[in-house]
C-alpha cells in the first residue's frame, strides 16, 4: 500500500501508546542486520478495524538485501561457534523479552493484521511456547552411533546447521509463524533474513526490536537475525539467492509455487506452508454440542483468514438439517466489532481484496446453486467488515468448493457415511488440517489409518484450527509438505551427515569387496 494522504496517524493518539512501547514511531526504518535502515519504497501501515493510518516504514531495497545478506554471513561465524544449550540460553531470553511485551505486542497484532485481541496475545504465547521448547531441544538435538559392519569402525550420523536461511511469512499469523522457524533454527545454529507481508511491517519491526534488546545485552551481532521489510523484489531474490540454503515460505499455494521452483532451480531446500481447504466431518454420532462450539470457532474465527479455517462441513444426512439450524443460530450470537476491545469474537477481514474476494466467491456459490443460510454481506461500517456466511447446496465437487477462498465462508455438505466423507475430504489439491466428530471408534481408527484423512493434520473431536506447538505443523499435496514447530522439524533446518570413523590400521572395505 502507498503511503497514505491522512495527516492523521493512529500511533499520535493516545490510545495506542503501547506502539510506543514497543519501539515504534510515526516514520518506521524496516532493515535490520545490527543496525536499522532502509532505502526503499515509504508504504503505510493500515489499520483493517478502520482504514486509518498507523504508522509508516521505509523499505528496504535490493541494495539494502544485498547488505543484510552479508552482515548475516559474518554474524553466523559468530552464532555457529557457540554451543547449542547456549544458545538456547539466548532463545531462553527471548522468550522471557516476548513475555513482558505479550499485551502491547498482542495489541499490535490485533491493530495491524484484524485479529480479536484474545488471537493477538495467542499469537506471542505461541512464540513464547516456541521458545521454551526450543530450550530443552538445545540440549537435545541427537546424532545416532550405528553398528559398522567392519571391524575397529565407527558409524556416525551428524547434524550441524544449514547457516543463514529466508524466512517469508504471510499477513495472517506476523508473529507467530517467524517464532516457529526462529526459535528452532537459532538453537540449530543458523541465523536468519526475515521478510514479512508488508502489510504487516509493524509486527515484523516490533518482534526484531525484542529480540534486538536481547542480542545487545548478550553482545552478539544482530544480524543474528536480520529484517527487510519489502515487497515481491526482495522474496524473488531470497529465493533466488544461493546463500541461503534454505527459504521457509508461508503463503498461497500459488505463490508458494513459483518460491519452491525458484529455490529448486539452484537445488536449495524450501520449507513450504501454504494453503488449505480443510473439513469436519460430523458423523452421525456426533457430539452436536461439541460440533457447533467447534465449527464456530474453526470457521469464524479470525475473519476465516486462517490457513487451518474450515470451509467444508461434510455433516451426515441423519444429523445435517439440526447441524445448518444451530450453525445458523449461533452464527447470530457472534459479536463483531473492533478487534482490539475487550469481548469482540470477530473483526474485520485483513484488506479490501479479501472483500473483493469473499463477494465474488459468493456470487459464484449462488450460481452453481447454493444457498446462503446466513451471511453473504458486507456490513455498512468503517474497516474491513463482512458477515460470516454458511453456504448450503452445492456439490461436494463444485469447483466453488474445491477451491480454498480466505474469507470466512463455509460451505455444508450432507454425505450419507463417514467412508464417503472420507473420500470427499481428501479429493481438494490441499492436505492442511481435517477433523470428525464421532464416538465411534471404528470411525476414529479408519480416519487415523492409511485410508483416512490424508492431511498433515487429522483430529478428532476437535476443531481444525488451534494446533499446539509440540507436534509438527503442516500438510500434504498443494499445502508443501513443509513442517514446522515441535516434533522433528528442527531437522528441516540442518543438515545431516554420515560419518565413517576407521580407528585401525587396517582397511577392509565395506561389502566385504577385495581390491588387491
Given at each position: 500500500?502507498?503511503?497514505?494522504?491522512?495527516?492523521?496517524?493512529?500511533?499520535?493518539?493516545?490510545?495506542?501508546?503501547?506502539?510506543?512501547?514497543?519501539?515504534?514511531?510515526?516514520?518506521?526504518?524496516?532493515?535490520?542486520?545490527?543496525?536499522?535502515?532502509?532505502?526503499?519504497?515509504?508504504?503505510?501501515?493500515?489499520?483493517?478495524?478502520?482504514?486509518?493510518?498507523?504508522?509508516?516504514?521505509?523499505?528496504?531495497?535490493?541494495?539494502?538485501?544485498?547488505?543484510?545478506?552479508?552482515?548475516?554471513?559474518?554474524?553466523?561465524?559468530?552464532?555457529?561457534?557457540?554451543?547449542?544449550?547456549?544458545?538456547?540460553?539466548?532463545?531462553?531470553?527471548?522468550?522471557?523479552?516476548?513475555?513482558?511485551?505479550?499485551?502491547?505486542?498482542?495489541?499490535?497484532?490485533?491493530?495491524?493484521?484484524?485479529?480479536?485481541?484474545?488471537?493477538?496475545?495467542?499469537?506471542?504465547?505461541?512464540?513464547?511456547?516456541?521458545?521454551?521448547?526450543?530450550?530443552?531441544?538445545?540440549?537435545?538435538?541427537?546424532?545416532?552411533?550405528?553398528?559398522?559392519?567392519?571391524?575397529?569402525?565407527?558409524?556416525?550420523?551428524?547434524?550441524?546447521?544449514?547457516?543463514?536461511?529466508?524466512?517469508?511469512?504471510?499477513?495472517?499469523?506476523?508473529?507467530?509463524?517467524?517464532?516457529?522457524?526462529?526459535?528452532?533454527?537459532?538453537?540449530?545454529?543458523?541465523?536468519?533474513?526475515?521478510?514479512?507481508?508488508?502489510?504487516?511491517?509493524?509486527?515484523?519491526?516490533?518482534?526484531?526490536?525484542?529480540?534486538?534488546?536481547?542480542?545487545?545485552?548478550?553482545?552478539?551481532?544482530?544480524?543474528?537475525?536480520?529484517?527487510?521489510?519489502?515487497?515481491?523484489?526482495?522474496?524473488?531474490?531470497?529465493?533466488?539467492?544461493?546463500?541461503?540454503?534454505?527459504?521457509?515460505?508461508?503463503?498461497?499455494?500459488?505463490?508458494?509455487?513459483?518460491?519452491?521452483?525458484?529455490?529448486?532451480?539452484?537445488?536449495?531446500?524450501?520449507?513450504?506452508?501454504?494453503?488449505?481447504?480443510?473439513?469436519?466431518?460430523?458423523?452421525?454420532?456426533?457430539?452436536?454440542?461439541?460440533?457447533?462450539?467447534?465449527?464456530?470457532?474453526?470457521?469464524?474465527?479470525?475473519?476465516?483468514?486462517?490457513?487451518?479455517?474450515?470451509?467444508?462441513?461434510?455433516?451426515?444426512?441423519?444429523?445435517?438439517?439440526?447441524?445448518?439450524?444451530?450453525?445458523?443460530?449461533?452464527?447470530?450470537?457472534?459479536?463483531?466489532?473492533?478487534?482490539?476491545?475487550?469481548?469482540?469474537?470477530?473483526?474485520?477481514?485483513?484488506?479490501?481484496?479479501?472483500?473483493?474476494?469473499?463477494?465474488?466467491?459468493?456470487?459464484?456459490?449462488?450460481?452453481?446453486?447454493?444457498?446462503?443460510?446466513?451471511?453473504?454481506?458486507?456490513?455498512?461500517?468503517?474497516?474491513?467488515?463482512?458477515?460470516?456466511?454458511?453456504?448450503?447446496?452445492?456439490?461436494?465437487?463444485?469447483?466453488?468448493?474445491?477451491?480454498?477462498?480466505?474469507?470466512?465462508?463455509?460451505?455444508?455438505?450432507?454425505?450419507?457415511?463417514?467412508?464417503?466423507?472420507?473420500?470427499?475430504?481428501?479429493?481438494?489439491?490441499?492436505?492442511?488440517?481435517?477433523?470428525?466428530?464421532?464416538?465411534?471408534?471404528?470411525?476414529?481408527?479408519?480416519?487415523?489409518?492409511?485410508?483416512?484423512?490424508?492431511?498433515?493434520?487429522?483430529?478428532?473431536?476437535?476443531?481444525?484450527s488451534g494446533a499446539e506447538i509440540g507436534g509438527a505443523f503442516g500438510g500434504e499435496k498443494h499445502t508443501g509438505g513443509g513442517r514446522e514447530s515441535g516434533s522433528?522439524?528442527?531437522?528441516?533446518y540442518m543438515r545431516r551427515s554420515t560419518c565413517t570413523i576407521n580407528y585401525t590400521k587396517e582397511l577392509p572395505l565395506a561389502q566385504g569387496i577385495k581390491f588387491?
Amino acid at each position: 500500500m502507498s503511503k497514505a494522504s491522512v495527516s492523521s496517524y493512529l500511533i499520535e493518539e493516545p490510545k495506542y501508546s503501547f506502539l510506543k512501547e514497543l519501539g515504534l514511531e510515526k516514520n518506521n526504518k524496516g532493515v535490520y542486520h545490527g543496525i536499522w535502515t532502509g532505502n526503499g519504497e515509504t508504504v503505510t501501515s493500515i489499520c483493517p478495524s478502520n482504514n486509518r493510518p498507523i504508522a509508516d516504514v521505509i523499505q528496504g531495497n535490493l541494495s539494502d538485501f544485498e547488505n543484510a545478506i552479508k552482515e548475516l554471513q559474518k554474524a553466523w561465524n559468530v552464532w555457529a561457534d557457540i554451543p547449542a544449550p547456549q544458545r538456547g540460553e539466548i532463545v531462553r531470553q527471548i522468550g522471557d523479552a516476548l513475555r513482558e511485551k505479550k499485551s502491547a505486542l498482542g495489541k499490535l497484532v490485533s491493530l495491524e493484521m484484524g485479529k480479536i485481541l484474545p488471537e493477538g496475545e495467542g499469537e506471542v504465547q505461541e512464540y513464547v511456547d516456541i521458545c521454551d521448547y526450543a530450550v530443552g531441544l538445545s540440549r537435545m538435538i541427537e546424532g545416532k552411533v550405528l553398528p559398522s559392519e567392519r571391524p575397529g569402525h565407527a558409524l556416525l550420523e551428524m547434524w550441524n546447521p544449514l547457516g543463514a536461511i529466508g524466512i517469508i511469512s504471510a499477513f495472517n499469523f506476523p508473529v507467530a509463524v517467524y517464532g516457529w522457524n526462529n526459535a528452532i533454527a537459532l538453537v540449530c545454529g543458523d541465523v536468519m533474513l526475515w521478510k514479512g507481508a508488508p502489510s504487516t511491517n509493524l509486527c515484523s519491526i516490533a518482534v526484531i526490536k525484542i529480540i534486538q534488546s536481547v542480542l545487545e545485552k548478550n553482545k552478539l551481532p544482530g544480524a543474528i537475525c536480520s529484517l527487510v521489510c519489502g515487497g515481491a523484489d526482495i522474496g524473488s531474490a531470497m529465493a533466488k539467492d544461493t546463500r541461503l540454503p534454505l527459504v521457509s515460505f508461508t503463503g498461497s499455494s500459488r505463490a508458494g509455487l513459483q518460491v519452491a521452483m525458484e529455490v529448486q532451480k539452484r537445488f536449495g531446500k524450501s520449507l513450504l506452508e501454504l494453503g488449505g481447504n480443510n473439513a469436519i466431518i460430523v458423523a452421525d454420532d456426533a457430539d452436536l454440542d461439541m460440533v457447533i462450539q467447534s465449527a464456530v470457532f474453526a470457521c469464524v474465527g479470525t475473519a476465516g483468514q486462517r490457513c487451518t479455517t474450515t470451509r467444508r462441513l461434510i455433516v451426515h444426512e441423519k444429523v445435517y438439517n439440526e447441524v445448518v439450524e444451530r450453525l445458523k443460530k449461533a452464527y447470530t450470537k457472534v459479536r463483531i466489532g473492533d478487534p482490539i476491545e475487550p469481548g469482540t469474537l470477530y473483526g474485520p477481514m485483513h484488506n479490501k481484496q479479501g472483500i473483493e474476494l469473499y463477494l465474488k466467491t459468493i456470487e459464484e456459490a449462488k450460481k452453481a446453486g447454493g444457498k446462503v443460510e446466513y451471511g453473504g454481506k458486507v456490513l455498512e461500517q468503517p474497516g474491513n467488515f463482512v458477515e460470516p456466511t454458511i453456504i448450503t447446496g452445492l456439490a461436494h465437487d463444485a469447483e466453488v468448493v474445491h477451491r480454498e477462498t480466505f474469507a470466512p465462508i463455509v460451505y455444508i455438505l450432507k454425505t450419507s457415511s463417514v467412508d464417503e466423507a472420507i473420500k470427499w475430504n481428501n479429493e481438494v489439491k490441499e492436505g492442511l488440517s481435517s477433523s470428525i466428530f464421532t464416538q465411534n471408534l471404528g470411525n476414529v481408527f479408519k480416519w487415523l489409518g492409511p485410508k483416512g484423512s490424508d492431511c498433515g493434520i487429522v483430529n478428532v473431536n476437535i476443531p481444525t484450527s488451534g494446533a499446539e506447538i509440540g507436534g509438527a505443523f503442516g500438510g500434504e499435496k498443494h499445502t508443501g509438505g513443509g513442517r514446522e514447530s515441535g516434533s522433528d522439524s528442527w531437522k528441516q533446518y540442518m543438515r545431516r551427515s554420515t560419518c565413517t570413523i576407521n580407528y585401525t590400521k587396517e582397511l577392509p572395505l565395506a561389502q566385504g569387496i577385495k581390491f588387491e
